[in-house]
């Protein structure tokens, strides 16, 4: 079986093709970063407007890269939620008529699933059951994870994601969008404990997490102090420092309450190389093992989705004709696949 995959739920225009026997055959990726990095952020009507633009040669780049002929496709897969509902509809529109011209079963992938099943594509990929971290732009979420679609969240953010609090941090930085990856290498330079940041919930039982206060911390650091670079890294540093440990606790946390003993990462932060380090001394010396994309699925991408939609066609599920896409989609909602 082999299925072309397309994501637009953002600012990352991208196209995959995957066969469940000889796995990855393409993948291509054209990420927005330049055209939003004015406006300071993803601006939704431009992003939808250049996934239009974009798309269709990724498709047909991804394809010709796989050295497939639509012909040889078994069902298409596109990002049907949650995320900017115009950006949704581009990819949505394009993935349902392509599978209807070709006469293929076409699946709405969640994104979320798709990040939480990237590490599929590893040579050693983590076994089920196992405790989730996804860390992105728009979600922090501790999850067991019994199998495909058997999914129980166990904690959340009340307010601003992990991705959200490296950006807002950023910006007060005086770093260009997007900040999470600029913080984490002004961070490296920084004198680790010059600054404590607050590290918010761990105080407290149970598994949420709530990082809008450090970006208020932030912003009261940095007020009326002239930003020299060694200032600026020591407070990535101290900013980094406060989530990686943060999310680190609460993880092993999870851990304990589950008992269970693998650990997987996705999302865009679980790309930050001082979480990585991190979470595995700290799950190492507990017994457990930790697990993650490599770097480039960490952020969105198309393979992740044609991992998650592969799995739901092989289980033959499949969508009627109606073109599906959602700006809000609950994971828990999602129907489970049979072990
Ligand atoms: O998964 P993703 O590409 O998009 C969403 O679904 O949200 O995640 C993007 C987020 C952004 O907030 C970005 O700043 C953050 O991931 N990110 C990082 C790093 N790389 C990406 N944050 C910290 N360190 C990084 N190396
Ligand atoms: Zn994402």
Redesign the pocket.
């Known amino acids: 079986m082999r299925v072309l995959a397309i994501e637009s739920?953002?600012d990352?225009s991208a196209a995959a093709v995957l066969d469940a026997r000889a796995g990855l055959l393409a993948h291509e990726l054209f990420s927005q970063v330049q055209l939003h990095r004015a406006y300071g952020g993803v601006v939704p009507e431009l992003a939808s407007r250049d996934h239009v633009r974009r798309l269709l040669p990724l498709v047909r780049g991804a394809l010709e890269r796989a050295g497939t002929r639509p012909g040889e496709l078994h069902g298409v897969a596109y990002t049907a939620g949650p995320g900017l509902i115009g950006a949704l509809l581009t990819g949505a529109s394009l993935g349902r008529s392509l599978a209807y011209a070709w006469d293929v079963p076409a699946i709405g992938v969640h994104?979320l699933e798709g990040?939480l099943l990237a590490p599929l594509l590893e040579a050693d990929p983590p076994p089920f059951p196992h405790l989730a971290l996804l860390?992105?732009?728009?979600?922090t979420l501790l999850i067991e994870v019994s199998g495909v679609g058997r999914y129980r969240v166990l904690g959340t953010s009340r307010d601003d994601?992990a991705?959200?609090a490296?950006?807002k941090s950023?910006k007060l930085l005086g770093l260009p969008y997007?900040?999470?990856?600029q913080?984490?290498q002004l961070a490296e330079r920084g004198a680790p404990g010059a600054f404590s940041f607050p590290r918010p919930m761990l105080d407290r039982a149970g598994l949420e997490f709530s990082f809008s206060g450090l970006k208020t911390a932030v912003l009261h650091a940095v007020r009326g102090r002239s930003l020299t670079e060694t200032l600026r890294a020591d407070l990535a540093r101290g900013v980094q420092e406060a989530i990686v440990e943060t999310l680190t606790a609460k993880a092993l946390r999870a851990l304990e309450y589950t008992g269970l003993t693998v650990l997987v990462v996705s999302?865009?932060?679980s790309?930050?190389?001082a979480?990585r380090e991190r979470l595995t001394a700290a799950a190492g010396s507990r017994g457990a093992r930790v697990y993650y994309p490599r770097i480039e699925f960490?952020?969105?991408n198309a393979a992740m989705i044609a991992v998650a939609g592969l799995a739901r066609l092989k289980a033959g599920e499949h969508d009627g004709l109606a073109i599906r896409a959602r700006a809000r989609w609950p994971l828990e909602s999602l129907p489970a696949l049979p072990p």
Not at 135 to 139: C, D, E, K, L
Request: with cysteine; aromatic share 4%; hydrophobic share 30%.
């Open positions: 739920s953002c990352e994104h990040h860390v992105s732009g728009g979600h994601a991705g959200e490296f950006d950023a997007p900040g999470g990856p913080l984490a999302g865009g932060v790309a930050n190389r979480l960490c952020t969105d």
